[in-house]
Nanobody, 125 residues
Framework: VQLQASGGGLVQAGGSLRLSCAAS????????MGWFRQAPGKEREFVAA????????YYADSVKGRFTISRDNAKNTVYLQMNSLKPEDTAVYYC???????????????????WGQGTLVTVSS
């Protein structure tokens, strides 16, 4: 499956962005989807994930209450709505997909088989 992330940019602290990840090449509705981010000099970290059906989202504690993950299986797209952005949210954001993950493994980047190219989010103070 091919993943194309978009929607990053420069925003002031307190602002909002919506990231999109368009998928192609395989049955999107069969894949669990995740968003991860990597700041300069840091390891890639989990941000949010959503099950195949979209019925259960998962969030890192650092983004709970501010970010919302959703998916539109008809459009083969997963979204990450980011509100109340902080400078520490600055990173390259990646979307990822996997067709065999169980819920307890959704937060582990090494469990995902497919990755998008990343989109840069910069939050200025």
């Amino acid at each position: 499956v091919q993943l194309q992330a978009s929607g990053g940019g420069l925003v002031q602290a307190g602002g909002s962005l919506r990231l999109s990840c368009a998928a192609s090449g395989r049955t999107f509705s069969s894949a669990a989807m995740g968003w991860f981010r990597q700041a300069p000099g840091k390891e890639r970290e989990f941000v949010a994930a959503i099950s195949r059906s979209g019925g259960r989202p998962y969030y890192a504690d650092s983004v709970k209450g501010r970010f919302t993950i959703s998916r539109d299986n008809a459009k083969n797209t997963v979204y990450l709505q980011m509100n109340s952005l902080k400078p520490e949210d600055t990173a390259v954001y990646y979307c990822a997909a996997d067709f065999g993950l169980i819920a307890s493994r959704l937060g582990y980047p090494r469990e995902y088989d497919y990755w998008g190219q990343g989109t840069l989010v910069t939050v200025s103070s």
